[in-house]
């Protein structure tokens, strides 16, 4: 799928608020979150982000799963200990495609290979700066389908070292272990479908401006009471036995039973509860199957970096794992709408 089709915002009131809807940009005097897009369709560079090494140092996950840096390379460096497991799969992935079975890659998964190393790579800068020196990966004599299948093991092992390191972190450390958790299980997945659905642009980590808890949960309100509304919209232009319009049908009522269990958390807490606009305006105007779907697809993709801002500001670990449940389950639907690979979920970056 081109970046175009994630790339604009899912809604905006019907008339001008300063609250920003699922990524109009449309924002509060406190809130300063970027467009939901990540970088330019043209921005294809990683830079070395500056001020990321205290983010990996306070909760380091192991890295025994994957091959590691020679000791000389990390001894004096505690967080790129923290990178060597993503330094072993940006090497894994650069291993296959330059391996002796890489004629048989379809132009489709040469593509993900290639974004996989990339945002591997990305993701061990996040964590170490300066990085270590990665030991080359050498594939054995086995086939293409079982070093893929290694490949996507290791991001599963991977992702659950991340949500380990994530629940016992907070603020931007807890995003960015969550982010990773996040990412390898989506690229697991990927690694095993045909057909990848495209990937987005690979920018350098930058959380967004941290809230505090309150507010990051009533922001996330404000985006579900639009989804609800897109959800309606959408749902009328699938045919009415189709199993599509079944499954959106589920979809919403789990939205709002998220956005439910979001006010009850703000009620508990004597906290005002966001209030619905009367209407919302698409970018999308859903005016058949296809054009549903977009708009669906668009509003998961679109809520992702509110999830991360709850990740990031939820203050005990019951919530930072409901924040980051609810992060997964938006890039997993996101996902089956057909949303390309992203090298970091639940940052606008």
């Not at 970018?283 to 708009?295: D, I, M, Q, Y």
Request: glycine fraction near 6%; hydrophobic fraction near 45%.
């Amino acid at each position: 799928m081109a970046e175009s089709d994630v790339a604009g915002p899912a809604f905006q009131p019907t008339h001008l608020t300063r609250r920003m809807i699922l990524g109009f940009g449309l924002t509060a005097p406190t809130l300063a979150v970027p467009w939901l897009t990540g970088c330019s369709p043209n921005d294809t560079t990683v830079d070395t982000p500056a001020g990321t090494q205290s983010a990996a140092t306070s909760s380091t996950p192991a890295a025994s799963a994957t091959p590691s840096p020679s000791p000389t390379a990390v001894e004096s460096h505690p967080s790129a200990i923290a990178a060597a497991p993503e330094l072993a799969l940006a090497g894994l992935a650069a291993a296959i495609l330059s391996g002796p079975h890489r004629q048989q890659l379809s132009k489709d998964r040469r593509a993900l290979l290639t974004f996989l190393r990339n945002a591997h790579m990305a993701h061990a800068r996040a964590i170490a700066n300066p990085l270590p020196t990665p030991v080359p990966v050498k594939l054995g004599g086995q086939s293409l389908n079982s070093s893929l299948a290694l490949l996507a093991r290791r991001e599963r092992a991977a992702a659950g070292r991340y949500r380990s390191a994530a629940l016992r972190s907070g603020g931007s450390d807890a995003l960015l272990w969550g982010s990773l958790s996040i990412a390898s299980g989506s690229f697991a997945a990927a690694i095993g479908m045909a057909n990848s659905r495209g990937t987005r642009p690979i920018a350098a980590w930058k959380p967004d401006e941290p809230l505090p808890d309150v507010a990051a949960v009533q922001e996330l309100v404000r985006q579900l009471h639009a989804m609800v509304y897109g959800y309606q919209l959408a749902i009328g232009k699938f045919k009415v036995l189709s199993g599509t319009r079944q499954r959106a049908e589920r979809e919403l009522l789990a939205t709002r039973v998220f956005r439910d269990r979001m006010i009850a958390w703000l009620r508990k807490r004597s906290a005002d509860v966001p209030a619905a606009e009367s209407a919302y305006v698409p970018s999308v105007t859903p005016r058949n199957a296809a054009t549903a779907a977009k708009l669906i697809m668009r509003m998961h993709t679109a809520l992702q970096p509110f999830c991360g801002l709850w990740l990031a500001a939820a203050a005990s670990q019951a919530d930072r794992a409901q924040a980051l449940s609810a992060l997964g389950a938006e890039v997993k639907t996101a996902r089956s709408w057909g949303a390309p690979v992203g090298a970091w979920p639940g940052c606008s970056s």
